[in-house]
């Protein structure tokens, strides 16, 4: 009778194994052909925007089979997502706060629906596959825009000749490769061949000539190797792995950038950056911190409407970093239930030793430090990822 239990208890392991849901499918696809949210494929629609709405539709037949559940962490962003919505009300431009709080709100409220469903622990290994392969073909997209579509300025994106994607922004959508193989070399796996897979995405971040993402993609490594050490794992190891990698980085650094076209290769000089101020970054932030200084009580906890970071800067431009477009757009206090959200879905990734997602998350995090990313596709995705974690957990323990 025992070996006949344990022999149906395996059978029914592999079935669980090569089995995964439709809407799982559907959005491991999503997930991987996001990049492709970097151009406009169609002009009367956004194809993307409609494609995201299929794993929800797919999904809509598992709920007579399993109680649908939000976690604490769902709770938080809906709230999150409410003081977005309420910023409307008493924007300085309600159209202006309207347009964006509607581009938030299906971002979070695809989020939102799909991380109440119980997910397989085979299926959700399978969605972070899915997330890998999509920086590789970011990087396929990048190699074939370079070729077929030359930037006058010489810096790669994603592009089909007509449309193109802020280089800047291009290169979130590599950080999970990053850190995946960052992690890979940590664990003694074909260490030649990572740390050649990794100088390759360094290469193609140096390409885009964007220091934010380069800041983002280094960062992303360190934190793999942060966390490495935190939790104990070799640590006199780790130590030695760090010192190569930054060794190396460091001596390869000048070689790739004399590659570069002079254009770009300017971008990565000390004199460039002491000139330009960030591209004008440093004069914006200021634009909007005086701003909320002058501000009445009410527009410091409140904000003036979401999105309306234009109207306090010289040129009426986004303020480039998401901390102070929520600071001014949501106030105080919506921002900090943005970042006690951020916060609460880095430490489930610490919990649950979900490094690679942890690293990835952070890598985002630190984009935001120089762009405006509250409608930035890759971080609602690792959002996403993160909130079904925490169900993976609810189905092994049998809890609908």
């Not at 979130?172 to 003694?188: D, H, K, P, V, W």
């Not at 591209?279 to 003036?304: C, E, P």
């Not at 489930?348 to 490094?355: A, G, I, L, Q």
């Not at 169900?391 to 609908?400: C, P, S, T």
């Amino acid at each position: 009778m025992k070996n006949y239990m344990t022999e149906s208890a395996s059978v029914n392991s592999e079935v669980s194994e090569n089995r995964k849901h439709l809407y799982i499918w559907a959005l491991a696809f999503y997930l991987l052909i996001v990049p492709l949210d970097a151009i406009k494929l169609f002009e009367s629609f956004s194809f993307m925007r409609i494609l995201v709405l299929l794993p929800v539709v797919l999904a809509l037949p598992q709920v007579k089979y399993q109680g649908l559940k939000m976690s604490r962490n769902g709770g938080l962003l809906l709230l999150y997502l409410g003081c977005i919505l309420f910023s409307v009300l008493y924007s300085l431009d309600s159209s202006i706060s309207r347009e964006r709080a509607i581009t938030i709100a299906l971002n979070a409220g695809v989020v939102l629906v799909l991380s109440m469903f119980r997910i397989e622990l085979c299926e959700y290994d399978f969605l972070k596959r899915a997330y890998l392969l999509s920086s590789w073909f970011a990087a396929l997209l990048m190699i074939i825009s370079s070729v077929t579509n030359v930037s006058t300025t010489g810096r790669i994106s994603i592009s089909n000749g007509t449309s193109a994607q802020d280089a800047n922004y291009v290169c979130g959508y590599l950080l999970y490769a990053a850190a995946y193989y960052s992690n890979e070399i940590l664990n003694q796996k074909g260490k030649i061949k990572n740390v050649a897979i990794l100088a390759f995405f360094s290469v193609l971040i140096f390409m885009t000539g964007s220091r934010g993402g380069l800041l983002a993609f280094l960062f992303t490594v360190i934190v793999v190797f942060l966390i490495a050490v935190a939790k104990r794992r070799n640590r006199i190891r780790t130590t030695i792995t760090i010192a190569f990698i930054v060794g190396l980085f460091i001596l390869i650094s000048p070689y790739i950038i004399q590659m570069l076209p002079q254009t770009v290769a300017d971008r990565f000089s000390l004199s460039a950056v002491l000139t330009d101020r960030g591209t004008g970054r440093t004069v914006l932030w200021a634009n909007i911190m005086d701003a909320f200084r002058s501000s009445s009580f009410f527009r410091k906890s409140f904000g003036y409407g979401i999105g309306m970071s234009t109207a306090f800067t010289w040129n009426h431009l986004m303020a480039h970093n998401l901390w102070l477009e929520y600071l001014i757009g949501i106030g105080f206090v919506g921002t900090l239930i943005a970042l006690c959200f951020y916060i609460r879905l880095a430490a489930v990734c610490w919990k649950r030793n979900e490094n690679i997602v942890l690293a990835t998350l952070m890598g985002y995090m630190m984009m935001s430090m120089s762009l405006s990313t509250m409608a930035y596709k890759p971080i609602w995705n690792i959002t996403l990822l993160i909130l079904l974690l925490e169900r993976v957990n609810d189905y092994e323990q049998g809890v609908a």
